[in-house]
């Protein structure tokens, strides 16, 4: 059994966008041709998505196989002070590979909450401004190392909010002391930076110590755990790729991204590790907004590809996300599967692989989508799929439909929550992908006994507290929050 266990890197980006993968993209003016190697050596998974249009909450569902609206946060995401989103207890992916022999490292951006040593009088400021008490050189609990990952390199959360420490398990590895602030597209919040800290430098840096894990010795298979911090903001490209992707400063960080993960690939070769190394590579959501959509349109770049919206949005670009996958001789290679999957079903997959049986509460929305390793065309293994917006709104896709439980974007694209445009508008959306993808049509006025039956589905995966067979489990937090007070219809 150890010879079969893989190695496995997960690659995880921030903002990257459907779009900005040229494999997936026939019209994009830039070639990203790391990704495109992954495309080639293995399988492309073309209706993936993220559970959440959000980073934090994406993240959670990846780690926990559990949608992340069952947590305490029912909508937005957390700042870099923020507690512990990962319930004490929880497994997770991590904690379930380590059981079965593995090592595991987490290498990048966190943003899933971590008790920092808050001195008396510490407040947490809003919008993820700097917050001060803090003992920067006191343990920090409830961080990766506590939810089961044997290592850790990283930053607490995104690269655009404070603290700019680099953390080593789980202490700071200098203690921050000088003010910095970025502007523009390479914007960051004000905030305390440690000397060995700067955003420019940070995209490499962690790549750099995520290639030290892959070259170290190994006794055993190992799960490495990269959450990369772009292209999120602050859009930051090397001065070696200003200029090449010939859109503007996002496209050039892209290739920047497309870079590292080359780099990734590269250390595997140079390890011998290739052979038996799963690899994956996807998005916590869609692109953003400070991308600035209009400037890339211009010079014919489309970050949500044909979809609409964009991160935040409960549309197909706020969620839908890059999924590629490599495993020599144990994946096809140059496929594309058009099944529905989702980045929370990495878990129980592996556990599949590895003959895990799963508790009763562990990833309670995982589906395991082996079967689709050997059969890509075969049956589907998930029947039905929710999406968030960044207000908390949810959706249900199944098959050809989806329902959506809001006016409008419930993000940042048209119309926006709260706004004169989404006031007017239908409560409910229905769309049906088959032969509107790009979501231009609200049929739930044509189609009432389609909302009726996929409303009915949602409201029973909400009430279980989990969308797989087994015992009903009780979601965290407010059992019915405010933004989906349909349930009580």
Known sequence: MEQTKPNIVYILTDDLGYGDVSSLNPGCPFAT????????????????HATSAVCTPSRYSILTGRYNWRSRLKSYVLGGFSSPL???????????????????HAVGKWHLGMDFAKEEGFVEADEFADSH???????????????????????????????????????????PARLTKGTGKGFWR????????????????LTD????????????????????????????PAKRFQGRSHTNAYGDFVLHCDDAVGRILDALDQAGLTGNTLVVLTSDNGCSPMADFAELAMAGHHPSYIFRGMKADIYEGGHRVPYLMRWPGHLPSQV????????????????????????????????????????PFGEQPRTSLVHQSLDGSLSLRKGRWKLEMCKGSG???????????????????????????????????????????????????????????????????????????????
């Not at 041709?33 to 993936?48: C, N, V, Y």
């Open 33 to 48: 041709i790391h990704f495109d190697r992954l495309a080639a050596e293995g399988m492309t998974f073309t209706d993936a």
């Open 336 to 375: 594309r599967c058009d099944r529905l999957v989702c980045l929370s079903d990495l878990y129980a997959t592996l556990a599949e692989y590895l003959g895990v049986a799963l508790a009763e509460g562990e990833a309670v929305d995982s589906v395991s989508m082996l079967s689709l390793f050997s059969d």
């Open 190 to 205: 004000e905030g305390l930076t440690a000397d060995d800290f700067v955003h420019e430098q940070v995209l490499d840096h």
């Open 209 to 236: 110590k995520a290639i030290e894990v892959i070259q170290s010795p190994h006794t055993k298979p190992f799960f490495l755990y990269l959450a990369l911090p772009a292209p999120h903001t602050p859009i930051l």
């Open 411 to 489: 993000g940042w694209s048209y119309p926006v929550p709260g706004s004169a445009e989404e006031q007017a508008l239908s409560p409910i959306q229905l769309y049906d992908l088959a032969s509107d993808i790009k979501e231009t049509n609200n049929v739930a006025d044509v189609y009432p006994q389609v909302v009726a039956a996929l409303r009915s589905e949602l409201m029973q995966i909400v009430s279980d507290g989990r969308s797989t067979p087994g015992p009903k489990q009780n979601n965290d937090g407010v059992q019915i929050w405010k933004t989906v007070q349909w349930l009580d219809d």
């Open 133 to 175: 008490p803090v003992d920067y050189t006191a343990p920090i609990k409830g961080g990766p190392v506590d939810v089961g990952f044997d290592s850790f390199y990283g930053i607490s959360g995104s690269l655009d909010m404070p603290p700019y420490v680099y953390i080593e398990n789980d202490r700071c590895t200098k203690v």
């Open 86 to 104: 990962i319930e004490p207890g929880r497994p997770t992916i991590a904690s379930m590979l380590s059981k079965t022999g593995y090592s595991t």
